[in-house]
């Protein structure tokens, strides 16, 4: 690990002139993601500027018509808020499907958006092609060990997923994160905050440089109080998912799903919304599972598995049906 000077920053407006005016600056707050790209030598910072305690951040709003969510929050207070548990079940069960309960302890919303893959190339401990670490390099996993990689949206220049299990929860609830830079606010929806690889896989997102996340916000409705999130993993025990789906659906008297919204994990460089089978849903008994399939399954024609990774496709599919048909089982 290279040496780096550590600071403690006061407001928002020094950390995103900080890290404007520096190159060499990263942002930290609860750290669990962090360090671990410092101790596997993915960033070499040259200032770490510790943001936990700015103001403002730290709060969970429950409003009539949306939850907000400060990007210092806790993953563990927010999987706990009866608000959240009571009327975004999806977002609480996210939570609780993610790490261990100590890094939740610690981890912050911010923070956990801001994840990278964990491609087994991008960390590995010996000098590969990768180009997220090294851009231009090429990307090992073409050809390579590609059965926990993407089938959606990847490039021959990457084929990395991304591993946040709550982003699926917020992308398929319509929510959206609130950047704070030098020129002001903007706000951009979870689902397109990330960027596909294309011909720059090291851009993650579109953050600019200066940038910080300072909130979440997820609009409230029937259709997330209705909500579920299912995480399939090779083991239950502190594992990223192979397969994640996040749905909210509302249906009517007689069962008849009147909204759907579904988003997958695991299978793209962000959460992926499957907006073709959210449209063909409308009008398909809950009940009728042949008819729920047929509405889905068309949506991953667009899918293109690699070499050890097309298993993903059928066992998404029916994961879409088991979150679907959970996400109102209690009605």
């Known amino acids: 690990m290279r040496p780096f000077r550590y600071e403690t920053v006061a407001d928002p407006a020094a950390a995103t002139a900080a890290l404007a005016q520096d190159p060499g600056a990263l942002l930290i707050a609860g750290g669990t993601e962090v360090v671990n790209w410092l101790k596997e030598g993915i960033v070499r910072p040259t200032r770490l500027l510790d943001v936990s305690g700015l103001p403002g951040l730290g709060a969970i709003d429950a409003r009539p018509d949306e939850l907000a969510i400060g990007a210092l929050v806790t993953m563990a207070d927010l999987a706990d808020c009866e608000t959240v548990r009571r009327d975004y079940p999806a977002v609480a069960e996210a939570l609780n499907r993610s790490a261990s309960q100590q890094l939740r302890n610690m981890a912050t919303i911010g923070g956990n958006l801001l994840q990278r893959t964990r491609c087994p190339y991008f960390r590995a401990e010996t000098d590969l092609p ?40 917020l ?16 706000t951009v ?5 990330y960027r596909l690889p294309g011909d720059a896989p090291e851009r993650d997102t579109v953050l600019d440089r200066g940038e910080l996340i300072t909130a979440v916000t997820v609009p409230a409705s029937a259709t997330a109080r209705n909500s579920w999130y299912l995480k399939v993993r090779e083991r239950v025990s502190y594992e990223f998912a192979l397969v994640s789906v996040a749905a909210g659906v509302q249906v009517d008297e007689d069962g008849t799903i009147t909204d759907a919204r579904i988003a997958l994990g695991g299978v793209a ?21 042949p008819a729920i ?18 298993f993903k496709v059928p066992l998404a599919q029916r994961a879409v049906l088991r979150t679907l048909t959970t996400a109102v089982g209690a009605r």
């Open 171 to 186: 992308a398929a609830l319509d929510a959206s994160v609130t950047l704070r830079g030098l020129g002001g606010e903007r």
């Open 293 to 310: 399939a047929s509405a889905v399954n068309p949506a991953f024609n667009q899918a293109q598995p690699r070499l050890q990774n097309g």
């Open 269 to 289: 460089h962000g959460p992926w919304r499957l907006h073709e089978a959210e449209a063909a849903l409308n009008g398909v008994s809950i009940d009728d599972t």
């Open 130 to 169: 990768c180009n997220k670490r090294r851009p231009g390099s090429g990307c090992a996993a073409i050809g390579g060990a590609d059965r926990t990689l993407a089938i959606f949206g990847w490039s021959e220049h990457c084929v990395a997923t991304h591993p946040s299990d709550l982003a699926v929860a």
């Open 189 to 193: 929806p979870v689902a397109e905050f």
